[in-house]
């Protein structure tokens, strides 16, 4: 990778940040104005949660939600935000699957 492409790749995670600072910004004074008030860095996206977690896709932890891995009381949706799916930002544990 030639400095050029770093510099340009710095800028886009420089960008994505800023978008997320501000996204989480206006989440906080919404739900402030509503009297809810929730610790954002302990309540994440799904797909900030599949980053944090280094977890491939959404569409995995989606289906840990479907199966009921992750408890109900670590889930909240938000209908202001289009029905946005907040996740409590802790590692949970997937069983293995037996192989017979």
């Not at 030639?2 to 886009?12: N, P």
């Not at 900030?48 to 949706?77: A, Q």
Request: aromatic letters at 8%; charged letters at 30%; glycine letters at 4%.
């Amino acid at each position: 990778m030639e400095i050029d492409d770093k510099t340009e790749l710095s800028k886009k995670i420089e960008a994505l940040l800023a978008e997320g600072d501000a996204a989480i910004a206006d989440a906080r004074s919404y739900l402030i104005s509503q009297g809810e008030l929730v610790d954002l860095s302990e309540w994440v996206t799904i797909k900030e949660y599949c980053h944090r977690f280094e977890i491939k896709n959404v569409e995995t932890v989606l289906n840990w939600i479907s199966r009921g891995i992750v408890p109900r009381e670590n889930i909240m949706v938000v209908e202001e935000f289009n029905n946005t799916k907040l996740i409590k930002a802790v590692p949970y544990a997937v069983r293995g699957a037996r192989v017979l």
